[in-house]
């Protein structure tokens, strides 16, 4: 049986061994397999606040997407929804996403087009 002073160095180099761990994930890089570049009323914030948002969360590459459906707002719900699940309202085919995205894409400079 391990006597106080084993266990104690046993809790004191596992709480190390944490603290190390967790200062290394700091240091990581991170891809973005999944980005939805607008919501599902076909909006978005913009590349530039996407890329700080990027930066922020220390994300280099993304695969950006749009959303392949558009929500309705029904004319009697006074809140617009959130989500696309968000009330009783339909949601229908969008095909014009993709253009969206692009436009979006190009406008960039070649170098944050690469992420």
Request: no cysteine.
């Amino acid at each position: 049986m391990a006597g106080p002073r084993t266990r104690a160095l046993f809790s004191t180099l596992f709480a190390l061994s944490l603290v190390t761990s967790l200062t290394h994930a700091r240091d990581y890089r991170y891809s973005d397999a999944h980005v939805h570049y607008v919501d599902f009323f076909q909006e978005s914030e913009g590349m530039p606040r996407l890329l700080e948002a990027m930066d922020k969360g220390r994300v280099d590459h993304v695969m950006l997407s749009g959303v392949a459906v558009a929500k309705k707002w029904h004319e009697d719900e006074p809140k617009r929804p959130r989500y696309y699940a968000g009330d009783d309202a339909g949601a229908y085919w969008y095909s014009a996403t993709d253009v969206i995205v692009a436009a979006a894409v190009k406008s960039l400079p070649a170098e944050q087009r690469r992420r």
